[in-house]
């Protein structure tokens, strides 16, 4: 089988798309490649406290049986999602597919795009390990510990 592609997201945005609370990614870059990827929760805990601290965030984490802090999984895989469309983050068209949550969950100002990612599977538990910037390629054994064996199936079974 062949290589999946991954990226790192900071927390609490990896655990938002593996919750199926973000579904849309915003980057300064944007990338030709379309497909699955695995979602790393980056080591690093930069702002998550002033993150998590954002009523609407914290709310829908609450709703999900994430209510500290350290529910959040660092250094590890925590999804595997597929990477549909980028588009320009001021794009009109995107701008009515937004709920106030997701733009919560993300910088949509202008120069920016917006990944949008279809949640395939949440990873149960976490796998720890070492991300990098940019897309990067994982070998389908690192997520045998939960099991993967692809291809993934949507939740609706597709």
């Known amino acids: 089988m062949s290589d999946l592609k991954a990226i790192s997201m900071w927390q609490p945005w990896a655990s938002g798309v593996a919750l199926g609370l973000k579904g849309f990614e915003t ?3 944007q990338t030709s490649y379309r497909g699955r990827l695995v979602v790393h929760a980056a080591q690093r805990r930069t702002e998550l406290h002033v993150l998590y601290s954002i009523g609407a965030m914290r709310g829908a984490f609450h709703a999900a049986g994430m209510r500290d802090l350290t529910d959040f999984p660092l250094g590890a895989y925590v999804a595997i999602v597929e990477l549909v469309a980028i588009w320009p ?5 995107l701008a009515f597919r937004l709920s106030p949550l997701e733009l919560a969950f993300g910088d949509f100002s202008p120069g920016r795009f917006a990944w949008e990612l279809k949640l395939l599977e949440k990873l149960d538990p976490p796998i720890a390990a070492r991300g990098y910037q940019g897309l990067w390629d994982v070998k389908p054994t690192e997520l045998e510990p939960v099991g993967y064996s692809g291809p993934i199936h ?3 079974g597709g």
Do not use: E, K, P, Y
């Open 89 to 93: 983050a001021d794009s009109s068209t």
């Open 27 to 29: 980057r300064s870059w």
């Open 154 to 156: 949507d939740r609706a």
